[in-house]
């Protein structure tokens, strides 16, 4: 019995291919897919992180926001306490600068003209007194009741110098002086404690002694003489003797004004002839 030989042959259907080939474009579609989906994870990721950023910046704001309308708060409290503080502080000056104007006057301390003469003091007005308000300084001499009135001459009649000082090396003092009217009460034997003061009413401009860096005011201080002229002193030696050290013993002082007055006597007398001389 013989074999006959048999052969099989598999037939591929013709759609296989083709799908082949889509199930690779699919994966392919997959494979990109997948990685779009890889990007907007990190993209995600990404926006999350910056949103958080922003929320915490956010925050922030709101906080700074918060602490500036508090401090605004705060600020318009301060400020409205302020005006009613402001109001008061201009009454103050105001009340200030009207007592300054109601201030009769500032008296010096006592002094003697000598251990056993006369009393006195100074009476300074420093807005001006009757028709120097506002205008001038005015300077008043005050005749005191003292312990040796009964042996000391009157009406006082003795020639009273002021002098404001120059407190630079300049020492351009003002100076003015006045005779006692001996008629008046104010140069009578004193029957109280003291005389009605007597003077010059308008001794030195404000607008003067106001200036800023004037010469006469330093460290809020005013220095004031007041001498009394018992000898008659010529008016020439007034600027000499006022020009003085202050701190000098008054006797040494004298000896100093009455050498000062030889001196220039002298001189005087030895001009007409030098004159003479040089006429021959």
């Not at 508090?70 to 005006?83: D, M, P, Q, W, Y």
């Not at 001196?263 to 007409?272: F, G, L, Y």
């Amino acid at each position: 019995m013989g074999i006959v030989p048999h052969s099989t042959t598999i037939t591929t259907p013709p759609n296989s291919n083709n799908m082949t080939v889509q199930c690779q474009e699919m994966y392919e579609t997959i494979d990109i897919l997948a990685g779009g989906i890889q990007t907007l994870n990190e993209d995600v990721q990404h926006l999350s992180t910056e949103s958080l950023i922003l929320q915490n910046g956010t925050d922030a704001l709101n906080r700074g926001m918060a602490e500036l309308k508090l401090s605004i708060e705060e600020e318009g409290i301060f400020l409205n306490g302020i005006k009613p503080n402001q109001e008061i502080l201009h009454q103050d000056v105001a009340s200030l600068k009207q007592q300054s104007e109601r201030q009769t006057s500032i008296y010096s301390p006592p002094f003697y003209s000598s251990p056993t003469g006369y009393k006195m003091r100074a009476r300074l007005y420093m807005n001006g007194d009757g028709n120097a308000r506002r205008t001038h300084m005015s300077l008043f001499f005050v005749l005191m009741r003292g312990k040796h009135d009964a042996i000391l001459k009157f009406p006082f009649n003795y020639k009273v110098t002021f002098c404001l000082y120059d407190q630079t090396p300049t020492q351009r003092h003002i100076i003015d002086s006045f005779r006692p009217d001996t008629r008046s009460s104010s140069f009578q034997r004193p029957r109280s404690e003291m005389n009605i003061a007597s003077g010059i009413p308008k001794f030195f401009p404000l607008a003067m002694i106001q200036q800023e860096g004037n010469p006469y005011v330093r460290d809020d201080t005013m220095f004031i003489k007041i001498m009394v002229d018992f000898g008659d002193m010529p008016k020439i030696l007034l600027p000499y003797a006022l020009s003085l050290n202050p701190g000098l013993p008054t006797n040494i002082q004298q000896n100093m004004i009455e050498q000062e007055a030889e001196k220039r006597a002298q001189q005087t007398s030895t001009q007409p002839t030098l004159l003479l001389q040089r006429n021959e």
